[in-house]
């Protein structure tokens, strides 16, 4: 079982399906979509540089040759950001819009056709799809947990917090949430069309937990083992000390999470 998902930042440079990441709408929404964000994400930069520059008063400014250099280069900032702003401002903003609303076609481009763009089955504006059967696969596998949109069951605040939080660290969360959704949503199938043994014991449902091991199964066949099981074999160490090899490298990895302790309780 695979899972995949689109690069946050990459969702401004192209269109494609959440499920099968396939281009979608057409040649000519792609450029225009691209031209427009970019516009919009220059211009953000460009205000943003221009702020940062602009808190510097003159005294500041004038105080020593280190400020004097560092007020320049925000200048030099500023200029840049602004040289490239005016360079997607070169194409009017017409013709960026005809060519994401259909109303100009580029050379050729009938012969590249795209598929249409579906919307999201919850109504969210962050996913889009090339046909109704990847939206329904899509909804089943992962997005009907992860969805924010208004047709969604899920705790949309909880969820829009932890998508910022993501994209603000480190993206592979949104992967390894799709994991999660995934196994969720097949253990509640497995619930539904099995009958479940009422008989507890320890207080575990054995069925549950087994049903939920099924349901962890097609993700549990990519999981890595420890790193120091799994890495590769340096050129330099010989395979009949490859066992000695591996162990030196836990023992290590244990001395330092211990060392990173007794500093932790020292301080």
């Given at each position: 079982m695979l899972v995949g998902a689109q690069h946050s930042s990459n969702k401004l440079d192209c269109l494609v399906c959440s499920h099968c990441f396939c281009y979608i709408g057409s040649i000519e929404l792609q450029i225009g979509r691209r031209l427009y964000l970019q516009a919009l994400r220059l211009s953000k930069h460009k205000e943003t540089t221009f702020e940062s520059s602009s808190d510097h008063s003159e005294e500041d400014c004038q105080v020593s040759d280190e400020d004097n250099n560092s007020h320049v280069t925000n200048l030099d900032k500023l200029q840049s950001a602004s040289s490239d702003t005016n360079e997607i401002n070169l194409i009017p903003k017409e013709i960026i819009e005809s060519l994401m609303n259909g109303g100009l076609a580029l050379p050729y481009s009938k012969q590249f056709p795209l598929p249409s763009i579906i919307p999201c089955p919850g109504g969210c504006e962050e996913e889009h799809y090339c046909s109704k059967l990847c939206a329904e696969a899509d909804w089943d596998l992962y997005h009907s947990l992860l969805c924010t949109g208004k047709g969604s069951s899920s705790h949309t605040e909880a969820v829009l917090k932890f998508i910022e939080h993501a994209n603000a660290t480190n993206d592979i969360f949104l992967l390894a949430a799709k994991a999660i959704a995934f196994t969720i949503l097949k253990y509640r199938k497995l619930k539904s069309t099995n009958l479940i043994d009422q008989k507890?014991?320890?207080?575990?449902?054995?069925?549950?937990?087994?049903?939920?091991?099924?349901?962890?199964?097609?993700?549990?066949?990519g999981f890595k083992k420890r790193w120091w099981d799994c890495i590769a074999l340096p050129d330099d160490i010989d395979s009949c000390n490859e066992a000695s090899f591996r162990m030196q490298i836990k023992e290590l990895a244990f001395t330092r999470c211990i060392g990173e302790g007794d500093a932790q309780a020292i301080i």
């Open positions: 507890r014991v320890n207080g575990m449902d054995d069925s549950s937990f087994s049903l939920l091991m099924e349901a962890w199964k097609p993700i549990s066949m």
